[in-house]
């Protein structure tokens, strides 16, 4: 807007100021007009200047640093920490009170029940097997594939006259079982150390060959 007032003071003050010359008298109104339009253009490249300082100030002052420990942070869900539902392996005692129910709260409107020869679901939508064993001797809760969700893990017993200890997972979310097994060659059993869900290859029958960290790689269980 000054820029605009500028100009037009200046068109008048051409209009209306008369030709300069030695024989001619300017009258006492146009040298006041002189001297007020000096002014002005004095202001107005005083305002010019400080219009370019605070145009080179100003988005240097703009810029708010933050501190990143400041920021917002993504709230990250917590690990499923793994835990025993029920382990009777060590001892080989089965309860009295042969059903145990559970609830979790990652599968709402649903109960868990173990008996000696199966593990079910139950809610308003029915009854499912999740796995059976003759019988199941332990089972824990891990979560073996990071959906936040644990996975049901068993040692079982199965076989008729023959019988070997094997390993049982189920992904109750995705319905989905993976076994470990190697009839008559080896055994596996599930046991907890130090938070970690860990199991043990015996010989059948036999002796530990090794133990290592239950996982799933590539869709198949194994130990790390």
Known sequence: MAVLNFLADVIYYKKSTPPQGPSINRPAVA?????????????????LVLIC???????????????PAELPKTPVAEAYKTRVWLDFYGNRQLPEDDIIRLELSGFPDTVFCWT?????A??????????YGMPIWNVFLADLN???????????????????????????AAKEL????????????????????????????GGVLKTGVLAIVNGELTME
């Open 146 to 172: 990071d959906d936040g969700l644990p996975e049901f893990c068993a040692t079982v017993s199965a076989g008729s006259g023959i019988i070997d200890d094997r390993v049982f997972v189920y992904d109750h």
């Open 122 to 131: 139950t809610g308003p939508w029915g009854e499912e097997t999740l796995f």
């Open 31 to 47: 040298d006041t007009e002189s001297v007020m339009m000096t002014m002005k253009i004095l202001n107005l490249k005083r305002g």
């Open 53 to 67: 300082c605070l145009t080179a100030l100003i988005p240097a002052g703009c810029i708010i640093k933050t501190d």
């Open 116 to 120: 000696p020869n199966k593990v079910i």
């Open 178 to 205: 993976y076994e470990l097994s190697d009839r008559t060659v080896y055994d596996y059993s599930l046991h907890m150390e130090d938070g970690r869900l860990l199991i043990t290859q015996t010989e059948y029958q």
